[in-house]
């Protein structure tokens, strides 16, 4: 098929390759295997130092009140292993795999919140940003609570009181139009039957 003739006698096709080539292809085989050996080993190198950082953080959540759920920390393994404080900011290793990356997703893009070789300066980065987030969670919560001003009430009641009159208003120019229509239909019937 496709131009290439085969005996039948062929059941499998065996490349002959001489002996440098069958050692380049070894080395080349071991090289491979060494360089993903090397892979796996940073792999592991980065989820043991985003483990030791999430350690560290044990005592910092351990404070935040049960009722807050806004905080869902882990290590999520992956490609790029990344120690997750919520759901929009993560840790995640710089490219030396030394550096520790604190970066937020947001409506523009990543944003670095801090980098450090430092655990504890992580930590401290990381203490700020949970800070900060449950301040914003109790202005949000306030800002629900308190009942609206007497001024926003009387702006209120003075709005439906001004849909209420427009509407009365749209009733009235409505029946006078009609009478006048009504007056005006009646007219012209009773001056042409005369």
């Not at 759920?69 to 790029?80: H, K, N």
């Not at 292993?81 to 759901?87: G, V």
């Not at 980098?115 to 202005?139: C, M, N, Q």
């Amino acid at each position: 098929m496709w131009g290439r003739n085969r005996n039948d006698d062929d059941s499998e096709y065996t490349p002959v390759l001489s002996s440098a080539l069958r050692d380049a292809m070894r080395q080349a085989r071991i090289d491979s295997a060494e360089r993903s050996g090397v892979v796996v080993d940073l792999h592991d190198a980065e989820l043991a130092r985003l483990e030791l950082l999430n350690e560290a953080l044990d005592t910092l959540f351990e404070e935040i009140p049960a009722e807050v759920e806004l905080f869902d920390r882990g290590i999520s393994q992956g490609d790029t292993p990344r120690l997750w404080i919520d759901s929009i900011a993560h840790v995640v290793m710089g490219r030396d795999k030394r550096h520790y990356r604190f970066v937020m997703d947001g409506r523009y893009g990543r944003k670095m919140l801090a980098e450090s070789t430092d655990i504890p300066e992580i930590v401290d980065a990381i203490t700020r940003y949970v800070a900060g987030r449950l301040i914003e969670r109790e202005r949000a919560l306030a800002d629900h609570s308190i009942p609206l001003s007497g001024k926003a009430q009387r702006g209120l009641k003075d709005l439906r009181s001004h849909r209420r009159w427009r509407l009365v208003r749209m009733f009235i120019f409505g029946l006078i139009v009609g009478c006048m229509a009504l007056f005006v239909t009646l007219w012209i019937v009773a001056w042409r039957t005369s």
